[in-house]
């Protein structure tokens, strides 16, 4: 059979204007399609310029319930466009409102200008106020439970050297961790984190409080009472607050700073370290870790996020476990007050209620581990230490009266009582009045 020599060519010819054909058709489908929808669109609709694909450069606009485009206005050289364009960005600059300038200076660091009226409130955060009210409330108790007379004015003073020292204490651990109180939501407005008072303001604050407390209970207390204050401020600024961020001990070492202000009041009262004191400060010592691992159970972000080692971040399950352990302890040491001598009998069986009622949360919290259930145990601790300690005052056993000293006799030529004697009338004569208390009475016999 015969071929041409150029019907390959044909061929790749004829090939290439149908693909062009069959392309030029499958867009004419689609510019139909498109138009017809738009016909089928509601005329009282504003076109937009995403509807219209098929109009891509030109502008569609309503008049008069029909379509009517708009022809491209001719372009600028691109030199002109360019120089207008850098105009328009220089005035653009040159007419920033002064409101935005003044945001910006807003946002940078400065330290805040604290008037004299707001100084107080600014030293109440500073040392932490509530929680310094409460080592003083649990000072006072530990007085109140001392087996002596009451005095108003060694409480008063005791009270005050304790709270100075407290405030010392919480001062100087603001001024450690303001780095990482700025990363925690719960302290990002602490006054040092907020620059309201200078470091070195801070730390006069601290120093002025802690000499002037630490020596109040030592001169005008016992020295007992003064070094108890000493070894509470520097445990908790030298080895708790560091110990935060290296180790979860933080938590024990912390339990017995908040157990040695009731201990500081029973010796404040006595000048002696007795069982009873160390009742009250191992009562302390337990009801603290359902209270702060409750509390910090729901703030285990923050905690994480201010690079701080506890024990409802790294050990949850050893957290839930040592709150319910203490809990039972209270249990024990309130069954243990009557055979120290600090209370009646009657004070473990007035606690019972309370005390059950914490370990049950405490056992709940352990079981479930939900916000829900440590909300409800710290909410509950903050009711059950006064409570508790009310109790234990009201159940306080008093101490024995002596023996009332006998009466004289009328005068006479001798009295019955051994070793008493009677001289002559108008001399003076020794007379003893009881074994236990001895003491010199002159006697003018006429």
């Known amino acids: ?76 050289p691109a030199a002109g466009a360019l120089e207008d364009h850098e105009d328009a960005l220089g005035k653009a600059q040159a007419e920033v409102p002064d409101a935005e300038r003044e945001a910006g200076t807003e946002r940078q660091w400065k330290e805040l200008k604290v008037e004299r009226t707001e100084l107080l409130g600014v ?8 929680l310094t009210a409460l080592v003083v409330a649990t000072a006072a108790a530990g007085y109140a439970m001392a087996p002596v007379p009451f ?26 961790e303001v780095p990482f109180d700025s990363n925690m939501n719960r302290t990002k ?8 008072i200078s470091p070195l303001h801070a730390v006069l604050f601290a120093a002025g409080c802690g000499v002037s407390g630490v020596s109040m209970l030592a001169l005008a ?28 001990a933080n938590t024990w070492v912390g339990a017995v700073v908040g157990a040695i202000p009731p201990v500081m009041g029973w010796t404040a009262a006595t000048g002696s370290l007795d069982p009873g004191a160390l009742l009250l400060g191992g ?19 923050d905690y994480s996020r201010g690079g701080y080692r506890m024990m409802s971040v790294t050990h949850p399950t ?37 005390n059950l009622y914490i370990s049950g949360l405490a056992l709940r919290f352990y ?13 509950c601790s903050l009711w059950h230490l006064p409570m508790l300690l009310l109790l234990l005052l009201s159940c306080k056993r008093r101490p024995q009266d002596p023996p009332p000293a006998p009466a004289l006799s009328q005068p006479g030529p001798a009295l019955s009582q051994p070793g008493s004697a009677l001289s002559q009338p108008g001399s003076a004569a020794q007379l003893t009045l009881h074994p236990a208390q001895s003491r010199t009475v002159s006697e003018t016999v006429s």
Request: hydrophobic share 40%; aromatic share 10%.
């Open 221 to 248: 207390v016992n020295p007992l009472t003064g070094f108890l204050g000493a070894l509470n401020v520097a445990l908790y600024t030298c080895c708790y607050t560091p110990l935060k961020r290296l180790s979860i």
């Open 318 to 354: 050893l957290c839930r476990k040592v709150a319910l352990r203490h809990c039972l302890g209270l249990l024990g040491l309130s069954g243990l007050a009557p055979a120290l001598g600090v209370a009646s009998w009657s004070f473990p069986l007035v606690a019972l209620p309370i």
């Open 189 to 196: 407005n602490r006054p040092l984190v907020r620059g309201q």
């Open 151 to 176: 005095d108003p004015s060694c409480f008063l003073l005791a009270s005050l050297g304790t709270g100075l020292a407290s405030c010392a204490a919480n001062s100087i651990n603001q001024y450690f």
């Open 123 to 130: 030293y109440a955060r500073l040392s932490k106020i509530k």
């Open 283 to 301: 009562l302390l010592y337990c009801w603290q870790f359902p209270h702060f691992n409750a509390l910090s159970w729901n703030l285990r972000e």
């Open 1 to 76: 059979m015969y071929k041409t020599p150029c019907s390959k060519l044909t061929v790749l010819l004829g090939a290439g204007v149908f693909q062009t054909l069959a392309e030029n058709g499958s867009r004419s489908h689609r510019f139909s399609r498109s138009v017809a929808q738009l016909c089928r669109s509601s005329q009282h609709d504003r076109i937009t310029f995403q509807q219209l694909n098929f109009l891509k450069r030109q502008y569609v606009t309503k008049s008069g319930g029909g379509l009517r485009q708009r022809a491209r206005p001719k372009q600028e």
């Open 367 to 379: 079981s479930r581990a939900d916000r829900a259930s440590a909300r409800s145990l710290f909410f």
